[in-house]
C-alpha cells in the first residue's frame, strides 16, 4: 500500500498500554505487523522484523521492568520516511536496570567478538540494536524506564531484503 502522505504531516501517534501478562504480547505482535504494513512503506520484511523488536521491547519490560498487576506502555510513532517506538516500564520488576546500566549492557554485547554463553540475553543486542538505526535509554521520574527506537526508511534496505530472498538456501541477517 503506498503511503500517500505529504512532507509536512504531522506524525501519527498511537499509545498503548498494556498489563504486564505475556497473554497481550501476541496482539501487540499482529497490531505491529498491520501498522507497518498499512500505515507505512516499509516492506513486508520489515514489517516482521519490526514485530520481534517490538516483542522483545515488551517482553524485557514485563520480565525486568514491570512488576505482575502493573502496566507497560507501548507508543509507534510513524513519520514519513521513519517509525519510532517507545516502551516504558514501572521500574517495580524485581529485575529492573536504569539507562546507564543498560547502555552498558549494549556496549558490552555489542562489541565484536563479545560471546554469548547462554541461550539468553541476544534481544537488545543483536534484534533490536541490530535492526534500528536509533537506541535510547532512558530513566523515568518514576523509576522506570523507556527504551526508544528508531528506524529511518531507506530504500537500500529492500533491495537487500529482496538479495536475500532470492536465494532460499541461505538467511541473511544484516546485524
Same mark, same amino acid.
Given at each position: /500500500? *503506498?503511503? &500517500?502522505? &505529504? @512532507? &509536512?504531516? *504531522?506524525?501519527?501517534?498511537?499509545?498503548i498500554i498494556l498489563p504486564t501478562n505475556a497473554y497481550f504480547i501476541s496482539?501487540?505482535? !499482529?497490531?505491529?505487523?498491520? /501498522?507497518? @504494513?498499512? /500505515?507505512?512503506?516499509?516492506? =513486508? =520484511?520489515?514489517?516482521?522484523?519490526?514485530?520481534?523488536?517490538? !516483542?522483545?521491547?515488551?517482553? &524485557?519490560?514485563?520480565?525486568?521492568?514491570? *512488576? @505482575?498487576? @502493573?502496566n507497560i506502555t507501548v507508543t509507534f510513532v510513524q513519520y514519513n520516511d521513519a517509525i519510532e517506538i517507545i516502551v516504558e516500564d514501572t521500574g517495580t520488576g524485581a529485575k529492573k536496570c536504569n539507562a546507564d546500566e543498560m547502555r552498558k549492557l549494549i556496549e558490552e554485547r555489542t562489541k565484536e567478538g563479545y560471546a554469548f554463553n547462554g541461550i539468553r540475553g541476544r534481544g537488545l543486542s543483536k534484534i533490536v540494536h541490530g535492526w534500528t538505526d536509533e537506541l535510547e535509554f532512558s530513566d523515568l521520574q518514576n523509576g522506570g524506564l523507556r527504551v526508544r527506537v528508531k528506524k529511518i526508511l531507506k530504500k537500500e534496505d529492500d533491495s537487500k531484503a529482496k538479495e536475500a530472498l532470492a536465494d532460499a538456501t541461505h538467511v541473511t541477517l544484516n546485524i
Open positions: /500500500m *503506498e503511503n &500517500n502522505q &505529504n @512532507k &509536512n504531516a *504531522e506524525p501519527v501517534r498511537i499509545s496482539g501487540i505482535r !499482529d497490531f505491529t505487523l498491520a /501498522m507497518i @504494513k498499512n /500505515m507505512t512503506q516499509f516492506s =513486508q =520484511q520489515w514489517a516482521y522484523r519490526f514485530q520481534s523488536v517490538v !516483542d522483545e521491547l515488551c517482553n &524485557n519490560a514485563i520480565e525486568h521492568g514491570s *512488576e @505482575k498487576g @502493573k
